[in-house]
């Protein structure tokens, strides 16, 4: 076989595994903008929230260490205990959930009604509010995110493709562990919303809003609950994210490609969400391997929401989404 | 009790639709414009002009420039920061192009060229719209950025990748390079602005305006009642990218000196002008000043209080600068929706009322 063959199939597995963690993201994107009508752009800084939620717990630091030392003069920074992953996790799912309820009591109670735009640019303020809160709170740094995930090469893959095509394929074993995590994600989410009573509502909502009201179900559980699911699948793709490259606030700039992967696959599909992140990954990662040396490279900053974009033209709701009709 | 219109009668429609109706608003802009451009410029020194009025000026005219997209023509754009750097990129490009022609003019064309490229990526407003407009904004912000920082033409092969601002002149007093006197660099960007201004709330209280803002409320409503969408939709990306070019060019030349696409028009530019437009208020051209002020005092006012008289470090101070804005915009998304312009719209209510209350 022809080497730039193989170096293309193994740039689009790679595509294919990025693409997961950009779906990751697109996911509480979806599930927030089906159940409210919000288009959440702090989804990826929340994101980053958690993951630096969960490195601070785990390591024990102090929250706002830097502001108490500056204010009152001490030097205190780790309350001198390491916390066990598992117990980390569900602390920082915990207060994942908390910043979904302070999102729904002090701001979104009080936006109802607005047009979705004032409701959009709210979370862009959200956004930016969190860019100075997650960092005042544990710190600037690059933090080393490791909850024992399978990291480096996979062995196996090398050898079965050098086997194979006497070329060994680089694929590493973070990546296979993030595309089964959000395999199971998905399913536990599809489960959920299928077979559980607030699944069920949940999809009503989503739905229906008002239908939804007057058979008795309540809004401010329901957006409570979706985005406190949003900030859980934030946590999950945090921890992905920060054990391949670290956790720092520049994540969330990244993590804005899951618009692009949006757009293409419909704001209100969650296999849309999966599939455009598949193919926005593999997308940028081709045309960065192809057309990347002619130009310069670096084509990732803005292949996928030009892609986004020309798609869009031709198709304005996205790969799955739903038939927009307008009316007087 | 001072704030009245007694005997302030208008007997033509002319009068009636004047841009300041009330006689104590006109004496009011008079002064201001008077004070600006024959009493400050006399005082100010190069911390005045650096940290407060040239960045106010400057981003004033972004604001501007995106309140007419944004709050007449209702299309968001999370690209300005994009634009300001082909405002900047094209202005360096002829400033080094044609050295004899003024810079006035380069200033200009540098904002044409914008203009022209803000149609680019605005024809896609046809087809997409709110959210999905938003996002494919990114994609002009991202891959301008991008653009400038590969290409080397547009840096003349600079070894630093940067763009330096060479000495140009006006009527003989140099306006750009480090040589450049505190009051020039005053001049020239409250000229500008004054020029953009008078444009804008020119365009938006006639024909154009009204199709904007129809386009804003509801397209297929306005497109029924016989306004041409891509017209009025192409109208206001080009005048805002006009301005907003404008804004870049004069960002460069005058106000840094020194650029380099990806550092100083990054997304964090856009958001940037985005919260000025909405903090002083979409649709109204007192709330592009407004929020601009807003925006540019407010950093330095937390820097001089936690820095300077606190001793905090400054990556506090930076990071507080994020809490406070972003809190600011939520804030202000429930209390006022309509921003600073509504609360002073209010203000000169409760004005002309008092001392009396009925």
């Known amino acids: 076989m022809p080497e730039q063959l193989l170096f293309a199939m193994e740039v689009t597995l790679n595509g294919l595994m990025a693409g997961v963690l950009y779906a990751l993201v697109a996911l509480g994107f979806v599930l927030i903008f089906k159940a409210s009508g919000i288009f959440n752009f702090a989804q990826g800084m929340l994101v980053v929230f958690a993951a630096m939620t969960l490195v601070g717990v785990q390591t024990g630091q102090i929250p706002f260490a830097h502001l108490i030392n500056t204010i009152f003069g001490t030097k205190v920074h780790h309350f001198g205990w390491t916390v066990p992953t598992i117990l980390a996790i569900i602390v920082a799912g915990a207060a994942m959930v908390f910043v979904a309820w302070v999102i729904e009591k002090y701001i979104l109670q009080h936006l109802i009604g607005q047009p979705d735009i004032i409701l959009f640019m709210a979370t862009i303020g959200m956004w930016y509010f969190m860019h100075g809160f997650a960092p005042l709170m544990w710190g600037s740094e690059v933090m080393k995110l490791d909850v024992g995930l399978a990291q480096g090469i996979n062995e196996t893959i090398d050898t079965t493709t050098y086997n194979w095509f006497g070329y060994g394929f680089f694929i590493d074993n973070l990546d296979i562990v993030a595309a089964i995590v959000a395999a199971l994600l998905v399913t536990a989410l599809v489960l959920f919303s299928q077979y559980t009573k607030q699944g069920r509502a949940l999809r009503a909502v989503a739905d229906d809003h008002s239908a939804a009201l007057s058979v008795g179900i309540s809004l401010r559980f329901i957006w409570v609950l979706v985005w406190s699911i949003a900030g859980f699948v934030a946590l999950v793709a945090g921890i992905m994210w920060g054990s391949k490259s670290g956790v720092q606030i520049s994540l969330a700039e990244v993590a804005l490609k899951a618009l692009p992967v949006l757009m293409l696959g419909g704001f209100t599909s969650i296999p849309g969400a999966i599939i455009g992140g598949l193919i926005i990954g593999v997308g940028e990662q081709l045309f960065e391997f192809a057309v990347g040396p002619l130009v310069g490279g670096a084509t990732q900053a803005w292949f996928a929401y030009v892609l986004a974009l020309v798609f869009l033209i031709f198709r304005p709701q996205g790969l799955f989404g739903e038939k927009i009709i307008e009316r007087v | ?358």
């Open chain 2, 1 to 358: 009790m001072f704030y009245r219109e007694a005997g302030d009668f208008k007997t033509s429609y002319r009068d009636d639709n004047q841009t300041f109706p009330i006689r104590l608003d006109r004496a009011g802009y008079w002064i201001a414009l008077f004070v600006a451009f024959c009493v400050i410029p006399f005082f100010v020194n190069d911390y005045w002009v650096n940290s407060i009025f040239a960045p106010f000026f400057i981003y004033a005219i972004a604001a501007l420039g995106l309140n007419i997209l944004t709050g007449y023509a209702g299309q968001v754009s999370l690209g300005t920061g994009g634009f300001m750097a082909v405002g900047a990129y094209a202005c360096y490009k002829l400033m080094v192009a044609f050295p004899d022609i003024n810079i006035v003019f380069h200033v200009l064309i540098a904002g044409g060229i914008t203009a022209a490229v803000g149609v680019a990526f605005g024809l896609p407003s046809l087809r997409i719209k709110g959210f999905y407009l938003a996002v494919a904004t990114l994609a002009a912000q991202f891959f301008l950025v991008w653009l400038f920082n590969k290409v080397a033409w547009f840096y003349n092969y600079s070894a630093s990748g940067q763009i330096n601002a060479p000495e140009r002149s006006v009527f003989g007093i140099v306006v750009t390079g480090p040589n450049t006197e505190a009051w020039a660099k005053y001049m020239i960007c409250l000229v500008f602005l004054v020029g953009v201004a008078w444009m804008a709330r020119n365009l938006t209280r006639g024909m154009t305006g009204r199709k904007w803002m129809g386009i804003r409320d509801m397209d297929i409503a306005a497109e029924i009642i016989g306004v041409n969408p891509l017209m009025a939709k192409m109208s206001a990306f080009a005048v805002s990218s006009f301005f907003v070019g404008i804004a870049g060019a004069l960002f460069f030349a005058v106000y840094l000196g020194a650029a380099e696409a990806g550092e100083s028009f990054g997304i964090t530019k856009s958001f940037l002008v985005l919260f000025m437009v909405i903090i002083g208020g979409l649709g109204s051209i007192f709330g592009s000043f407004a929020g601009a002020a807003f925006m540019v005092l407010m950093p330095v006012l937390l820097k001089n209080v936690l820095v300077g008289t606190m001793g905090w470090p400054t990556e506090i101070a930076a990071e507080l600068e994020f809490i406070i804005v972003g809190g600011l915009i939520v804030i202000f998304l429930i209390l006022e929706p309509h921003g600073l312009a509504q609360l002073w719209r209010l203000t000169k209510e409760k004005l002309r009322l008092w001392p009396f209350p009925h």
